[in-house]
């Protein structure tokens, strides 16, 4: 699986998602800069976590409208595989390529810690290594992961099995109490229409490793490499 | 001429920011403040003197990039 990581001025999380990418998949990703007007032949872009153009504005929005993001979006429209971590999520949701918006955290604080996350579907490219309601432990480090959409899109989306991942308790049961951010429906991760992009808030890139906590991230690395082998 | 665009929340979409206003201002004594909404301010010089031309291109922007729409609303005010 040929990958790329698209790296912009803020970006933070770019060498942790090049680890994993590298370590996993067994091909490192090309870094792809924020100018650059051409995106190399890949399988995977991989939009990473961090604070774009210091997320003026609005998160990610200044992101989206970079020259790379366009080819992105124009490469993904065909059906390339597009997955944005955090501030990624954030850019794509930006850009168009997914519905809905990531506002302020409900609480008001950063919140930096790990998060049980329940799988909400294995019929992915990103998330066929899990089982169905399994429950990962992945860490979340944002403040703004708060996911809106109107109630319309929202039943749209679970309607069309675009739900990726939820915050949940730890025997995977919803609970406010362990919705760190107040998102809608606990949603903390979804795909596009064609599955084809996914975006979400917590970092599969930093739990790839027993020494930091869990390795629960290495199955969505597993199942792109799968799903993506030339 | 100077465009003045302001950016607000929605009805119906949470206010974190708008609601710890309001408690800060309960807790100084300010207990007529019922509820509080903040949003965002910009002002634009342009070089267009034509007003029609002007406000239909302040609107590009605030749909293409100033608010997103998904949750806030924006409204163009044109100072020459």
């Known amino acids: 699986m040929k990958s790329a990581i698209v790296v912009f001025p803020g970006s933070n999380r770019e060498k942790d998602a090049e680890a994993a990418l590298t370590e ?47 080819e992105v979006k124009a490469r993904a429209d065909q059906g390339m595989a597009v997955l944005g971590i955090c501030n990624g999520f954030q850019i794509i949701t930006e850009a168009g390529l997914l519905p809905g918006v990531l506002q302020q955290n409900a609480g008001l604080k950063f919140v930096c810690r790990n998060v049980n996350l329940r799988v909400e579907t294995s019929q992915s490219l990103f998330t066929s290594r899990y089982e169905k309601g399994q429950v990962l432990s992945i860490p979340v480090a944002h403040h703004e992961g708060n996911y809106y959409a109107d109630e319309k899109t ?4 679970e309607s069309r099995d675009q739900v990726a991942f939820r915050y949940c308790a730890p025997d995977g049961s919803l609970d406010p109490s362990h919705n760190p951010n107040g998102s809608q429906r606990a949603i903390a991760g979804v795909f596009n229409r064609t599955k084809n992009v996914l975006g979400l808030m917590p970092h599969p890139e930093n739990a790839i490793r027993e020494l930091l906590g869990s390795t629960d991230g290495r199955g969505l690395f597993k199942a792109m490499a799968e799903a993506l082998a030339a | 001429m100077k465009a003045r665009v302001h950016i607000t929340l929605k009805n119906g979409v949470l206010d974190p920011q708008g609601r710890a206003i309001a408690n800060a201002l309960h807790s100084l004594g300010f207990d007529k403040v019922g509820d509080v909404r903040q949003g965002k301010f910009i002002e634009i010089d342009l070089k267009e003197s034509d007003k029609a031309k002007a406000k239909s291109e302040v609107d590009q922007m605030c749909a293409k990039l100033l608010a997103n729409t998904v949750i806030e609303n924006y409204s163009v005010d044109l100072v020459e």
Request: net charge negative; charged share 20%; glycine share 10%.
């Open chain 1, 154 to 157: 929202l039943d749209e989306l």
């Open chain 1, 24 to 70: 996993i998949t067994g091909t490192p990703p090309v870094m792809v800069w924020h100018r650059d007007t051409e995106l190399p032949k890949v399988d995977l872009v991989l939009v990473p976590g961090g604070f774009s153009y210091g997320d003026y504005l609005r998160c990610g929005a200044i992101a989206a409208h970079s020259p790379i993001l366009r």
